[in-house]
């Protein structure tokens, strides 16, 4: 099979930072002296001590060890800010769009100071200090940001948790970190649907048995009635009129943490991956400029929400280091129409674009004509993120939204890599819809099989990465052993990403997805023990099962297996009722989209479930279940086929 090629326009080839021979010059350079490298490009931001020190890294066993610039003293948010000052106080650092086309603001990067040291004087005066955890539950507004920052400015810690999460999703994030100070809204709007997330953030503190929290801030987004405890919750807007527009930035050392982002792993609850300041600062904004080919004047705009990683590295941290211009969407891509993305982009001017293959996929089944009415002239670089793009999809976001003349840039990473690893360079990598094609600078992917070994050339096993890199979590908060273990046990010496992934004859990777049991739905990351803990935590339920299955729109589906307690009956109102159960336990993301009800699981004669048939029969592949001989009782497979769950 030969793969499809697109060359590096001409044009691209001659505007962008790097060519091809760039590329892998930087490259070559960046695996031949790492220090000498790195310690270059620390300087692409402002030190108030400079480092001595640039990789300090270890991955050995049982003794992970990870500090990049340990002796330099900095601030995230006078590098994303006063930095800037002296040549762009007037330039726009933040366009704001609201759900409604109809409201917009823009914010400068005075403004920004402004706002920001605002925001973070309400927070001292509320005793945040450097290191203390801040919870930020908030919609897509500009303050969003602000209290990102105003955190950043005084070294305090933020945990920003997606506002479409539950009241007990909320709850234990909030206990992890021990949080005394909330930052939330009275609600949030999208798609024209209000979110009710001051009332989440009362249900979550209601819920809290191990600490208190002192003080939740309020910004007032809608205008709807919302319960204020005295003495607890303030409204910002008040606060905001107490404090001035002057606020000293910490200086902290390179390695002071920044922010600790909740994801779902394969066991037990999220975990709290922690990032530091300078690698991280550092590693966010070199991506965001050779990847995007960020220049000066253009205009930057990334769909995600600020409650992913997405969200901190490339809609606030990385482009605001660099000066940019970025755009922050309050709304959702079908609202009021299908055509909002593009006249958003004709609206605002956008030069590059990026999103997630769900995104491309939703929209693609809406057709051309949405797309067509709008002109996109502006755009000229398009981005994906989240997992794979099908190929399908992939033509559809060249040819139909970048009218065959935007270069597709398709960036592999995680929430634990802080930046993008794996992608193409605009003006220098030759693309491959479907692949996310080659490392980035300082990057050693590796190719290897179930005992680890390096394959060479054109190969297929499992992803791990053999060197440290600035942007790379330093440990998971609190709990370093869980660090070491899920990320540094399956391949000691090597970070182990949980993909799956092959390796061409020209050297570009192919990621094929998650190895371990965490799916990948509409680009947001599930771990299968979490659903299933939240299904038999309901009364009914005695045990659960959860696989993911291919999805058109969402990549991945939710595929539940449900075994009832003894004496209750399977029918349709209590399939509804777990689904609606599984929403307010963790959130709508995790809904499952099929659910079946199970007389039994298949299980090992030692009780184990064995998850790669129920993996087979979510996906329809029940004809080729494989080995099948170590089932304690074939017949409950039998029963399972003949029950499956239609896919439309
Ligand atoms: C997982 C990380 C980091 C951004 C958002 C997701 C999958 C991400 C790609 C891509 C194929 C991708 C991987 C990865 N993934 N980007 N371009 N191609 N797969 O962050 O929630 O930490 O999930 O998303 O499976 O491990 P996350």
Redesign the pocket.
Known sequence: MTDKIYDVPAEWAKRAFLDDRAYQAKYEASLRDPEAFWADEGKRIEWFEPYSVVKNTSFAPGNVSIKWFEDGVTNVAWNCIDRHLPTRADQVAIIWEGDDPSEQRHITYQELHDEVCRFANVLRNRNVEKGDRVTIYMPMIPEAAFAMLACARLGAVHSVVFGGFSPDSLASRISDCSSKVVITADEGLRGGRKVPLKANVDAAIAKLTDIEVDHVVVVRRTGGTVNMEPGRDVWYHEAAELVTRHCPAAHVNAEHPLFILY?SGSTGLPKGVLHTTGGYLVYAAMTHQYVFDYHEGDIYWCTADVG???GHSYIVYGPLANGATTLMFEGVPNYPTNSRFWEVIDKHKVNIFYTAPTAIRALMQGGDAPVKKTSRASLRLLG??????NPEAWEWYHRVIGDERCPIV????????GGILISPLPGATALKPGS?TRPFFGIIPEVVDAEGKPLDGPAEGNLVIADSWPGQMRTVYGDHERFMQTYFSTYPGKYF???GCRRDADGYYW?T??VDDVI?VS???MGTAEVESALVAHPKVSEAAVVGYPHTIKGQGIYAYVTLMSGIEPTEELRKELVIWVRQEIGPIASPDLLQFAPGLPKTRSGKIMRRILRKIAEDEFGNLGDTSTLADPAVVDDLISHRQNKK
């Not at 994906?384 to 793009?389: A, K, L, T």
């Not at 398709?410 to 634990?416: F, K, L, N, P």
Request: charged share 20%; proline share 3%.
């Open positions: 994801t992913w990683v997405t994906s993120v989240g997992e794979p793009i398709d960036t592999w990473w995680q929430t634990e890599t996310a990403t949980g993909d990621i997805g998650r990948n680009g947001h990351r």
